[in-house]
């Protein structure tokens, strides 16, 4: 099953609890570290419906979003539309992409490098990024840990209920191989002239891995790319044996 179909229409909703102004706050600071100034040219990859890719551009740089499904870079489109932005949005597969010019900055959040599920995927998103970078451009995405999925996701199941929308979410974790499968069930409101509500159902699967430190620093090398930093996602913080999420720092050289 496809998986950000009938959950991309309410992505946004069940992801209320995300901290994007501390992300944004995060990532700007780092830009800049890195030399990244704010009328230079960020891709998002994995953009999703474009919330941080919105607030980049706001910030003043000048934002691409590229990401695989339609759905989500269709309601992207459409918020930037209501917003009076103007962000070129791409669909594209993270692991054969291109872009029309190089530029200065690529940022991966929201933990869409763990969708891809093999190393050599994993490689070849690198090397898409290496291609496309400017000299001494830089790469800056997030993960989750090992320890996220087997000892938080594990094989748990959450469900929730809003008003014109409910879920539920299996998890099931092979530490083997290291991927997770998620499995959803949606229900979605639909627009009816009854009295009775309807809902649609949606199914989707979903599969994320995990990434060793030094798998991530292997592959980078194979890529071209130069590995800089890694930390305690969204910090300045060393990595934890209980950190959930990392973030990466790479450039071109």
Known sequence: MEAYTGFAYVYDEYMDNIPYDEWEEYLVELLKENGIDKDNTVIDLGCGTGTVTRMLDKEGYNCIGIDLSEDMLSIASDKTYDSGQQIIYSCQDMRDFEVPYETDAFISIGDSMNYITANDDLCDVFKCVKKGLKQGGVFIFDLKTI??????LADNTYAENREDSAF?????????????????TLFIKEQSEDEDDIYKKFEETH??????????????????????????????DQVKCDSEKVTVIAHKA
């Open 168 to 184: 539920i979410w299996d998890n099931y974790y092979d530490a083997d191989e290291k991927i997770n499968e998620y499995d959803l």
């Open 207 to 236: 599969f994320q891995r995990c990434y060793e430190i030094s798998e991530l620093k292997e592959l980078l090398e194979q890529s071209g790319l130069v590995f800089d930093a890694v930390y305690d996602a969204y910090t300045d």
């Open 147 to 152: 320890h996220f999925f087997k000892d938080i």
